[in-house]
C-alpha cells in the first residue's frame, strides 16, 4: 500500500498493507486483485509461499539475468513451495527499451520505431510464452517527454504487434 519494503520486516505489517491495497482496488475499481506485483517487483520464494496462501493467482518479478542464467523471462514459471502461483518475469531488456532508451539519440538502435519493436516481439514467437512489459507509470511523462514521441510510438505498437497472428494482448490475471 504505501511501495514499502515491509515483507523484509513484519509478515504483520505486509498482511495490513495488502489488505489495505486490497480494499482501495476494490472501492475504486469493483476488482479484487488477483495478481501481486511487490514494490520495485521485489522477489524472493518466501514471498511467492506467502502470497500464495493469501489467495493470489500470480506473481510479478524482474527477469534479472543474474538470477535466470540460462532461463527465459519468456516463460512462465511456479515457484517452489507454491505449486499453484504463476510468476510471470519481467522482459527488462523490451521494458527498459521503451522506458530508458528509447529517447536516448547515442543508443545504437535510436530511433525506436513501433514496427522495430514488434519484430523484436516476433522473435520470441517459438521461443517463449510470453512477453511481459512492465513499466513504472512515470515511463510516461517523467522519463519520456511528450516531445521524444513516446506517444506516437505507444498509439501505433498495438496494431504493429498484432499483425503477427500469433500475438496478443493478455493482462496478466
Known amino acids: ?30 476488482q479484487e486483485p488477483r495478481v501481486f506485483r511487490n514494490t520495485e517487483l521485489i522477489y524472493n520464494n518466501d514471498l511467492a509461499h506467502f502470497v500464495s496462501h493469501m489467495g493470489y493467482d500470480a506473481i510479478l ?5 543474474q538470477i535466470l542464467g540460462f ?7 511456479r515457484p517452489p ?4 502461483l504463476k510468476l510471470l518475469l519481467k522482459n527488462y531488456r523490451l521494458s527498459d527499451d521503451i522506458a530508458f532508451r528509447f529517447s536516448n539519440v547515442n543508443w545504437e538502435q535510436y530511433p525506436l520505431t513501433a514496427d522495430k519493436f514488434a519484430r523484436w516481439i516476433n522473435q520470441i514467437n517459438g521461443n517463449g510464452v510470453a512477453c511481459n512489459l512492465f ?9 519520456q ?28 490475471s
Open 81 to 84: 513451495h507454491a505449486p499453484n
Open 135 to 143: 513499466m513504472d507509470y512515470e515511463t510516461i511523462g517523467e522519463h
Open 71 to 77: 532461463r527465459s523471462p519468456n516463460q512462465v514459471y
Open 1 to 30: 500500500y504505501y511501495h514499502s519494503l515491509a515483507f523484509l520486516y513484519s509478515r504483520e505489517e505486509f498482511t495490513e498493507q495488502v489488505n489495505l491495497h486490497t480494499r482501495r482496488i476494490q472501492q475504486l475499481f469493483g
Open 61 to 65: 518479478a524482474e527477469g534479472a539475468d
Open 145 to 172: 517527454w511528450a516531445e521524444t514521441g513516446i506517444f506516437d510510438f505507444m498509439s501505433h505498437l498495438p496494431a504493429e504487434i498484432l499483425k503477427t497472428s500469433e500475438n496478443r494482448f493478455l493482462t496478466p
